[in-house]
């Protein structure tokens, strides 16, 4: 499991000062033991920063999962700062959060080109898209080494036939990325309860979770919150039925 720390930035950002540190919060979830932390240096800079993404690399131990726009300035700074893993997402000024997957088939030429050159440097390269079996395709013929799958609708369904479509969606999406050979991740509004259906996917082999795991923390601290959430998941795993 990654945990995305943009909203512990968010609020320090709120009143311009240095509190909360989202890095103190990255070193509490490296001693729970978390895979990765994952942020996002957007291009209006709205919660991390260029500097919190070179205290993360220098000063937590843990795996950052750099996720960014693939503009030239991201992967420049990217370039420079040689974090383990970059997942490149579509990127709109006016969104409140990343509201869908990359459009491959619009953007190849241009992501395959900044791909090449974050796997130069040896960056794990990951792209952010929704369930859907060409797009995935097309990311290996790209050349990334892993696909993040985009979990936000399922997650926001009302309804549970739409859900269960979606779902099915999800799951034979990450099959298919996983038989071509993609590390398979996911993410985006997972919470303690939807995140049992998208862990119990076996080919899924890491969770990206940010705002309800900073939220919850509010209620039961972040320790907490985030060892609730690895018992979950854990248990999930362990009822895969294949
Ligand atoms: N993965 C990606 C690619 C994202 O863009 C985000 C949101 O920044 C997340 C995971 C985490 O989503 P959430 O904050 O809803 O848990």
């Known amino acids: 499991m990654g945990i995305n720390i943009d909203h512990v930035a968010t609020i320090r950002n709120a009143r311009g ?4 540190d989202p890095i103190e919060i ?6 729970c033991k978390v895979d990765n932390i994952t942020a ?19 000063e937590v131990k843990i795996p950052l999962n ?11 700074f990217a370039i420079e700062n040689l974090p383990f893993a970059c997942c490149i ?10 509201e869908g997957g990359l459009n ?8 395959r080109k900044q791909v090449l050159r974050l796997k130069k440097v040896g960056i794990l390269c990951s792209l952010f898209l929704d369930p859907d079996i060409d797009q995935i395709e097309k990311a290996k013929q790209i050349g990334a080494d892993a696909i993040e799958i985009h979990t936000g609708k399922f997650c926001n369904m009302q309804n549970d ?17 996983k038989s071509i050979g993609l590390e398979v991740h996911a993410g985006h509004g997972l919470t303690f309860n939807n995140v049992i259906e998208i862990a119990k996917i076996i080919e899924i082999n890491e969770l990206n979770i940010g705002h309800f795991i900073i939220g919850e923390s509010i209620f039961i601290g972040i320790k907490e ?12 795993r362990a009822l895969h039925t294949g």
């Open 161 to 177: 036939e739409d859900a269960l479509h979606e779902l099915n969606n999800i799951k034979k999406a990450a099959k298919y990325a």
């Open 40 to 58: 996002h240096l957007r291009e209006d800079r709205r919660h991390i920063r260029d500097d919190d993404i070179k205290r993360l690399l220098n």
């Open 26 to 31: 990255a070193k509490l979830a490296y001693e």
């Open 89 to 98: 997402v579509p990127e709109k000024r006016q969104e409140i959060t990343t």
């Open 17 to 20: 000062g240095s509190h909360p």
């Open 225 to 236: 919150t985030i060892k609730k959430m690895q018992n979950i998941i854990d248990q999930a």
């Open 66 to 76: 750099f996720e960014m726009a693939a503009t030239d300035e991201m992967v420049n």
């Open 104 to 111: 491959l088939k619009i953007n190849e030429n241009m992501i």
